[in-house]
């Protein structure tokens, strides 16, 4: 506030604006960044390999993927909707009730592993992992290879993009992960400010994002991705209640200190990845305000105060992603067919798993 | 094939063109269209409203408007393939098995009526159905106008698009017709050959179209969408047997006489839109072309007539849609959220309706 006032006494005094622009600048305009605020903006993707992301794109819009030729990964992290499907846990083979809350694609390939459990190291790993899940794609490897290897419209842009004509998982999810890099969201109006334009955010957005480094937030949610860096428990001050059985790093790591250790979430976008946190309990971003406040850092914000934060959260959502609608290559006579209500190839080999 | 050798013929008499490229116009030209073919090119789609248009787009692809949040328009009739989802029947709502093949959107403001049985008589009455069927997207029209009418960013869109800030199922679905209106595919390699380009498509290709006019095909399958101009019986020489209940006209004029009468589908993408018929009971074009050619013309195909007239069907193929992937307007707090997992509206709706 003083940087404001300071900066339109300058105006006046030299005259180099009119007094009402003056006064403009000094309702409109926040002060500058400090030289090092925690957050970093994003920069636009770039495009490394064309030929490989655009079939990535198709791969990703694929529900033959899936067992039932109805599920592709945009279905869950869809990009009209921030790169999530907007529902508690997601909709899987069978109408199956997701473990878990899909995160959103958006800027994943900025988080320090994949999955709320961070079990993948990377997009390509994490890519895998929907195919054969039994409560998602409910898929197995070797039958999505033999699906995409049956097309003759993918083995030729595979041949073009690998330079083989042989399909096999690791290209595969090598090119969903190529095209999911390209899915940055930069541009939004923090990024502005945090780029000097201190028009780009209000006064009440300002106060918001001061609030949410002076109360501690910004703790486990900084750096470029605002979150997406680190493993946190849920429920540092109060335990966080929930009929979710996901257990967060324990599961990867075996160990009970790990209990409740989830991958901080990003927050760009996060106006568009509702419901929140990893059981999407909170409908809203106040109510995830207002229980981030609590459980993790002790704090009852006012309504004020929530209300301030939620306004800088807004202030994150970037450019979303522009693309052509990929038109994916068509099966042939000899393409396997989706039989959607015959026991899944997912759960069959669970079943023989079991067996075993 | 006589004209081809007239044509060639005529090119070396006049020394119009050298003796190679008459000899490759022998060998990679096919006669020219007869003056009144019964198939006629399709146009590209021209833009009325775009305002409109990518207001429609956006609820073409918005789940939202369905009672789980998990189904839009596009999943069963998805753009990336053909407008169609290339499953016998559709997936609808708890993963219900849907009553009939879902036909494609491409071209579709082409046909007489819509559905396969004609029920809706233009796309803006068709897409109020499936919005409110419990077997597929399951809700009701009143849950959908609340759930846009609850969104700003849509609210902005309707204002600009209608004038009036108030939402309605009318002008939901036709904000949804106009964006489909767009979805025509011209430029077919047998479009191109209609408007006179000789070498698009090749003499086998040819033979087929001549040969699916000589066995009476064209009878029901002609004009500019080749099919989707008339009703017509399933099983006209021979019984078509299948387990799907479906009527076809039977069930909206009550006449037993309109039984297994069904809307003729278009054959334009054909290659892109199996497995074919009401019930998706054929995978591929040589099955369907067989079935075809025994029960509806009383004729056994042999496997180079079949091959052929495949062959031909598959030059039918048009440029697919183009257009940027829509970002659709988020939720606010406001906004009701899904719950997939929880009786349907339409369910409900159609409990209370039987208990009167």
Redesign the interface.
């Known amino acids: 506030m003083r940087k404001t006032l300071l900066t339109a006494a300058i105006a006046v005094a030299f005259g180099a604006v009119s007094m009402s622009a003056a006064i403009a600048a000094k309702s409109d305009s926040v002060p500058k960044p400090d030289k090092d605020e925690p957050i970093q903006p994003i920069a636009a993707a770039k495009v490394k390999n064309k030929a490989m992301v655009d079939l990535g794109a198709?791969l990703f819009?694929?529900?033959?993927l899936s067992n039932?030729?109805?599920i592709s990964c945009n279905?869950c992290h869809?990009?009209?909707?921030?790169g999530t499907?907007?529902?508690e846990t997601s909709?899987g083979h069978?109408?199956s009730?997701g473990p878990i809350n899909s995160p959103t694609v958006l800027n994943s390939a900025l988080n320090i592993a994949q999955f709320w459990d961070g079990r993948a190291k990377d997009l390509r790993e994490q890519a895998g992992g929907p195919i054969a899940n039994p409560l998602e794609m409910a898929n197995t490897h070797v039958l999505a290879v033999q699906q995409i290897q049956s097309i003759p419209g993918y083995v030729a842009e595979f041949k073009k993009v690998f330079g083989t004509e042989k399909v096999d998982i690791e290209k595969i999810t090598e090119a969903i992960a190529a095209f999911e890099e390209t899915l940055m969201t930069p541009n939004s109006r923090f990024d502005q400010w945090l780029k000097g334009n201190t028009k780009a955010i209000t006064k009440t957005e300002y106060e918001g994002y001061q609030l949410f480094k002076s109360a501690g937030c910004i703790a486990c949610h900084n750096g470029i991705n605002i979150g997406g860096n680190s493993f946190q428990k849920m429920g540092v001050v109060e335990e966080y209640k929930t009929a979710n059985p996901a257990q967060g790093r324990a599961g990867v790591s075996g160990k009970d200190a790990d209990r409740f250790n989830f991958k901080v979430p990003t927050l760009r976008n996060v106006?568009?990845t509702?419901?929140y946190f990893h059981d999407g309990a909170a409908?809203?971003?106040?109510q995830a305000v207002d229980i981030m406040g609590r459980l993790q850092l002790g704090r009852k914000f006012t309504d004020d105060e929530n209300a301030k934060i939620v306004a800088f959260l807004k202030t994150l959502t970037g450019d979303?992603?522009?693309?052509?609608?990929?038109?994916?290559p068509?099966?042939v006579?000899a393409t396997p067919?989706?039989k959607?209500?015959e026991k899944s190839a997912a759960q069959v080999e669970a079943e023989k798993a079991a067996k075993k």
């Open positions: 198709k819009f694929d529900p033959r039932s030729g109805f279905s869809n990009l009209s909707l921030g499907d907007n529902l909709i069978g109408w009730r106006e568009l509702y419901p409908d809203t971003l106040t979303q992603p522009k693309f052509e609608f990929p038109i994916i068509p099966s006579d067919r989706p959607p209500w």
